[in-house]
């Protein structure tokens, strides 16, 4: 049977669903993250749930990784979702979110990793950048429930999490990473500046001159060593956000 309305029911009706239209933009638009870490940590802990010395160890466990893998791995603790106006969110949903908007990992090297705890919704989740795909949240899962979600539940959150990030690195250092690459323009730079170093020193020897020529060797051979260290940590990105992106991958546990 066909539904009549009068025309005020009607606008009366349609009024109300724009209503809520805005009311859920708004909502949506005022979900908050918080901020980034600066450059020397791995870590923001909004809840005060990390020790000092376990804040100093997630730090050297995650730049190493960083460092040798180029794979950044972030910890973030918080009160709860709604401290962030987002008490309507899955804890994934925001997880995924917050990866996102801080850009974790590399567009070419998306291997990042975020483990978040909210602490007044018990609950937390391990999220993943886009290359790792699926085939690790099972492993993601084991740590969680096996590493983590334990000391949780015993009131141990410090002792849990830095047991999660060691078996986080040890996941990524277990993954079959692609090896990173150097910038197209390293060793044709490279090549040219031993050539040019090779003509300098031989001329220098032949004429016997000596000076500012081999200032300029030694200028050169500190350049060098510049851009081999740059190439060896490629692939990864300033403090580890580069435009990342998440892929969905990860896990969840609560207590």
């Known amino acids: 049977m066909p539904l009549h309305l009068s025309p005020k029911k009607f606008i009366a009706a349609l009024l109300a669903a724009l209503l809520a239209l805005a009311a859920g933009s708004q909502s949506a638009a005022a979900i908050e993250f918080p901020n980034k870490p ?15 010395e376990d804040r100093k160890a997630v730090d050297e466990i995650a730049l190493k990784l960083f460092v040798e893998e180029s794979v950044p791995m972030f910890v973030v603790t918080i009160q709860s979702l709604s401290s962030y ?19 974790i990992g590399s567009k070419d090297r998306n291997y990042g990793i975020l483990l978040l705890v909210s602490k007044g919704d018990r609950k937390a989740r391990i999220e993943l950048g886009a290359d790792w795909g699926r085939t690790h949240d099972s492993q993601a899962q084991n740590i ?46 490279v090549i040219l500046s031993f050539v040019f170093m090779g003509l300098l020193i031989y001329n220098l020897f032949k004429t016997g001159r000596s000076g500012w020529a081999w200032a300029l060797i ?21 403090g580890g956000f580069g435009g990342g992106f998440s892929g969905g991958g990860g896990a969840t546990g609560s207590w």
């Open 38 to 52: 600066d450059s020397k940590n791995f870590y923001v802990d909004e809840a005060g749930l990390i020790t000092p």
């Open 85 to 103: 106006q987002a008490a309507g969110y899955t804890i994934e949903k925001y997880a995924q979110e917050l990866f996102d908007h801080w850009g």
């Open 144 to 189: 969680m429930d096996d590493l983590i979600i334990p000391h949780f539940k015993a009131g141990r959150f410090s002792m849990g999490i830095l047991d999660g990030v060691r078996g986080l690195d040890a996941m990524a250092r277990g993954l079959a990473l692609p090896p990173r690459t150097a910038p197209w323009w390293f060793w044709p730079a």
């Open 218 to 238: 030694a200028f050169l051979g500190v350049a060098l060593f510049f851009m081999m260290r740059a190439a060896a940590s490629s692939g990864g990105s300033s």
